[in-house]
């Protein structure tokens, strides 16, 4: 989050915006909400409002999901994308990594066993998965916060949809719409915007 974090001081330092909002797609969404709870007492005061989309609350039930066999197209493409991401890096650091593991890595849970936690100083994948989880920090968000995930999300498990945590917590309003998948949610009929970025506007403008 403090890339994040980053950001925002230096819109409140050089812009001077009378008002912020944020909105996050996926795991841009997972990165609002930790930010938002985890900062909850150190946020900038212009920032007013937020909308999480899509966002995988509890990323251990998200990689339980992408292991579904209904799920391996999108988990051989994220596959296939991180070993060109790591390829990339051996041009610039070589001798520093390598992407001879990818021929043991088929789920992203070996990808994260093998480069992520290692890499950040996790002692395993799931000490890595509760940390960046931001369901723990949900109950101290005090900006008015909306999210938004599609029941038919086919990343999403049950604990990505915090129906307590929204109902105790005033500042947070969760929207579960029937379908939508992951990021695919559309208006009809289509008018040039989609669905949930009109919503999302709506929750700002109030």
């Known amino acids: 989050i403090e890339d994040l974090e980053t950001v925002l001081l230096h ?45 995988p609350v509890d990323v251990q039930d998200c990689a339980d999901q992408l292991r579904r066999r209904a799920n391996r197209f999108y ?24 992407d001879a593991a990818f021929a043991h890595i088929r789920t992203l849970d070996d990808y994260d066993a093998a480069y992520t936690a290692p890499h950040f100083g996790f002692a395993s994948v799931a000490d890595l998965y509760r940390f960046v989880s931001p369901r723990p920090h949900l109950p101290s968000v005090r900006v008015p916060t909306l999210l938004i995930s599609a029941r038919n999300d086919p990343f999403l498990g049950p604990r990505c949809f915090p129906e307590a945590e929204a109902r105790e917590n005033p500042a947070l309003f969760l929207e579960r719409p029937d379908s939508g998948g992951h990021l695919g949610f559309i208006s009809r009929p289509f008018n040039g915007r989609g669905w949930v970025e009109q919503r999302a506007l709506d929750f700002l403008a109030r």
């Open 11 to 55: 819109a409140h330092a050089v812009e001077r915006p009378r008002r912020l909002a944020l909105v996050g797609f996926s795991l841009g969404g997972n990165l609002t909400l930790s930010y938002l709870g985890r900062r909850a007492g150190h946020l900038p005061a212009e920032l007013s409002a937020a909308v999480a989309i899509s966002a």
């Open 75 to 98: 988990t051989a493409r994220f596959v296939r994308l991180f070993r060109a991401r790591v390829r990339a890096k051996m041009l610039v650091q070589p001798g520093r990594i390598s």
